[in-house]
């Protein structure tokens, strides 16, 4: 009896098959979903602008070192009017004087020792990369666990669909077992009205399914970053991994974990910046040097002493310290600050690892609850089956009223949105825990 039922079953969904095929879409699989919104997904090419930026500051690092080098001109006319009134009384007066003068200089200043703040800005940049990169595989990591939860659920309503559709096959049935009744005056109309209130419930369900699965379909194309109009078949099964080791998990967070690797590198940035300010405290040595170059053209002079034409053009060069002496206590201020970030960067990365290792243990009693569920559902959903067919036998043969009947497909209905249910939990608590874990993108 329970094979021959299982075979009417499958009947039903190949009918099912048949007539959806004949408008069959696309199949997009969890691997396609993932890579496209790995290459497209806006959330991570936003943070790979921002890993781009720290790679250009780093590219440049080195020019802390570096000496800086700059020139300067200038030409300037001068039409002047001048008056002099000397110590003996004479006096001198003459209008349009006129004279030009050119300078030009090239002075480089090079700072040799800034309390090796320089090489501690080298690095800190350095560390910025690396932020950066980490940042980046931390939003993949959860674009990744998005994406897989997000195509899970569409498939999971594709089965509760599926299951709608299964019910309405047996409700179809059921009205056309009524309706022969009757016919020949075994049946009641209301058995009849019964069954078609059902069938017709069970379309607006399955309109309410398309509607879900469409706005779940559109949420999937915004992590692919793919066009609203994008439209796709999922595949029908929800594969689980049953060898999941919440010890295994626990000791691979702590070093593969993109969250906890983000907190631990702004730790590492943190010290470099209470380097820089403690490189404040000390002496600044530089080397400085200049040739400069000037020129003085006067077309007439009034003062018989004072020269037509006056060059000068030469090198020089010296070494300058800059000494803190006080500065308003600024400096131990800023140390003092830093210090306070080097805790509070401490602090996150505790907080998050401890919070990580809670979130794993929850997710993993979690997957385990589900996967016992999923195995107790299983078994549930033959034996719902089975009861359907005997109790549609029953009914076709007159032995059960259509209130039994439709408490068996009410059971099986149950069954199979539990049975549903607990194999996507399964799955979403699976993805967590790799998410966790760090293992989701190698």
Excluded: H
Excluded at 241 to 249: G, H, P, Q, R, Y
Excluded at 362 to 373: G, H, I, P, R, S
Excluded at 377 to 389: Q, R, T
Aim: charged fraction near 20%; glycine fraction near 4%; include cysteine.
């Amino acid at each position: 009896m329970k094979q021959c039922f299982l075979i009417i079953t499958g009947l039903i969904f190949a009918t099912l098959s048949n007539a959806q095929s004949s408008t069959a879409l696309p199949v997009l699989t969890v691997e396609d979903a993932v890579a496209s919104a790995l290459k497209n997904n806006y959330d991570i090419q936003l943070l790979r602008n921002d890993s781009a930026s720290f790679a250009l500051d780093n590219s440049y690092a080195k020019a802390a070192f570096l000496p800086q080098l700059n020139g300067s001109t200038g030409l300037l006319f001068n039409n002047n009017n001048q008056k002099q009134r000397l110590a003996d009384g004479s006096l001198r007066q003459q209008n349009g004087l006129r004279s030009s003068n050119l300078t030009a200089s090239v002075a480089l200043n090079w700072t040799i020792f800034n309390g090796l703040k320089m090489f501690a800005t080298k690095d800190k940049l350095a560390e910025f990369v690396k932020l950066g990169q980490l940042n980046i595989k931390n939003q993949v990591v959860n674009t990744v666990a998005a994406v897989t939860t997000n195509y899970y659920n569409i498939v999971r309503q594709k089965q509760q669909m599926k299951a709608i559709e299964e019910q309405m096959a047996l409700n179809e049935e059921r009205l056309k077992q009524a309706d022969k009744k009757l016919s020949v005056g075994l049946g009641a109309k209301p058995d009849v009205l019964l069954a078609q209130t059902d069938i017709n419930a069970q379309k607006a369900a399955i309109l309410q399914q398309q509607t879900t699965i469409e706005q779940l379909k559109q949420q999937l194309n915004q992590l692919m970053a793919a066009a609203v109009t994008a439209d796709y078949d999922v595949t029908d099964s929800i594969p689980i991994n049953n060898d999941l080791v919440v010890t295994d998990i626990l000791n691979a967070a702590d070093s593969n974990n993109a969250a906890l690797q983000v907190a631990k590198q702004n730790i590492t940035i943190a010290n470099y910046t209470l380097k820089e300010r403690k490189g404040d405290r000390f002496p600044v040595v530089s080397l400085n040097s200049a040739y400069n170059f000037g020129k003085v053209d006067n077309k007439t002079v009034l003062n018989n002493f004072t020269p037509l034409y006056n060059r000068n053009l030469g090198f020089n060069y010296g070494i300058s310290a800059s000494i803190p002496i006080f500065n308003a206590y600024n400096a131990k201020r800023l140390v003092q600050q830093a210090q306070l970030s080097v805790d509070y960067s401490k602090l996150q990365y505790e907080q998050l690892k401890a919070s990580n290792a809670i979130a794993v243990t929850n997710a993993f009693k979690t997957y385990e609850l589900q996967k016992k569920t999923l195995a107790l559902e299983e078994s549930n959903i033959a034996l719902a089956k089975e009861n359907v067919y005997i109790a549609m036998e029953r009914f076709k043969l007159g032995l059960s009223n259509t209130l039994e009947l439709r408490t068996t497909q009410q059971t099986l209905s149950d069954a199979y949105s539990r049975l549903i249910a607990a194999r996507y939990n399964t799955k979403v608590a699976e993805t967590e825990l790799m998410r966790l874990k760090g293992d989701l993108v190698k």
